[in-house]
């Protein structure tokens, strides 16, 4: 089962994708948030077969939800009334921070960075959850 995750940004959007599995996170592509964005993603879930979508929730770094936590749910909600898969939040804070740092080790260059940094983030979004759901699973076995 393929998983979508996005990290909505105010002028690029974040693709990320799971495997098959639902296993491991990659970076997908960046689109600019613009009158496009809702048919772009509609396309983007139709095209990986994404039957889930994880979307970053940006909270506080004291875990509050703030201003941009209410932009992210209102795009949420308005994703919602375009398709049929199921959306879920996960904790972003510091996630384009680590995506970029990583990046950055990796020896990508500064263009880069900027270019892709933002798919990279929502692909940290998506592993945070596929991480997530794989020791829940866990859990309720060894129960």
């Known amino acids: 089962m ?3 995750g996005i990290d909505w940004g105010e002028a690029r959007v974040g693709l990320a994708v799971s495997d098959e599995t639902g296993t491991i996170a990659s970076p997908y592509r960046v689109v600019p948030n613009d009158d496009e ?8 879930v139709a095209e990986v077969g994404a039957m889930e979508i994880i979307i970053g929730y940006p909270l506080t770094l004291t875990g509050q939800e703030g ?3 209410d932009i ?3 795009f949420a ?5 375009r398709v049929a898969v199921p959306l879920k939040f996960v904790d972003e804070r510091l996630t384009t921070k680590a995506a970029e740092q990583a990046m ?4 990508a260059s500064a263009k880069k960075i900027k270019k892709t940094a933002d798919a990279a983030a929502a692909a940290v979004i ?4 596929l991480d997530l759901r794989k020791r829940e699973k866990k859990q309720a076995e060894d129960s």
């Open 126 to 129: 998506l592993q945070t959850y």
């Open 2 to 4: 393929r998983v979508l």
């Open 67 to 69: 201003p941009a936590a």
């Open 37 to 44: 964005l809702f048919p772009t993603l509609i396309r983007a």
């Open 77 to 81: 909600v308005q994703l919602q009334q």
């Open 104 to 107: 950055r080790e990796a020896g």
């Open 72 to 74: 992210v749910h209102e």
